[in-house]
């Protein structure tokens, strides 16, 4: 099991960027595939970004390629997603999860573990 803490959202005009970060604790980080979701009011949270756990292999949902990027820092127990080019539809909450495989997964099921969360929001 692993405790996962995210920070860096926050108020941004669309075209901007923000970074997330994802600090987890225990010394297994290295061993979990990380992930990025996200939930905008009344819909259902998704998938947005993964990666494996040596940082190898990234995947990303359609709607933000090109525009954000997964990293992750096992020697710092962190994983972040930097945001640029931010649009209104990002408005959300974003939180980080792991799960102990080195494959990537896109289904919230995959990921025993998660953060509480962090609001980011796009204004016109």
């Known amino acids: 099991q692993v405790q996962l803490v995210e920070s860096g959202g926050g108020l941004v005009q669309a075209g901007g960027s923000l970074r997330l970060s994802c600090a987890a604790s225990?010394?297994?980080?290295?061993?979990?595939?990380m992930g990025w979701f996200r939930q905008a009011p009344g819909k259902e949270r998704e998938f947005v970004a993964g990666?494996?756990?040596?940082?190898?292999?990234?995947y990303y949902t359609d709607s933000v390629k090109g525009r954000f990027t997964i990293s992750r820092d096992n020697a710092a127990n962190t994983v972040y997603l930097q945001m640029n080019s931010l649009k209104p539809e990002d408005t959300a909450v974003y939180y980080c999860a792991a799960r102990s495989s080195s494959f990537i997964a896109q289904t919230l099921n995959a990921y025993g573990d998660w953060g509480q969360g962090t609001q980011v929001t796009v204004s016109t």
């Open positions: 225990g010394r297994t980080f290295s061993s979990y595939t």
């Open positions: 990666i494996s756990w040596r940082g190898s292999n990234t």
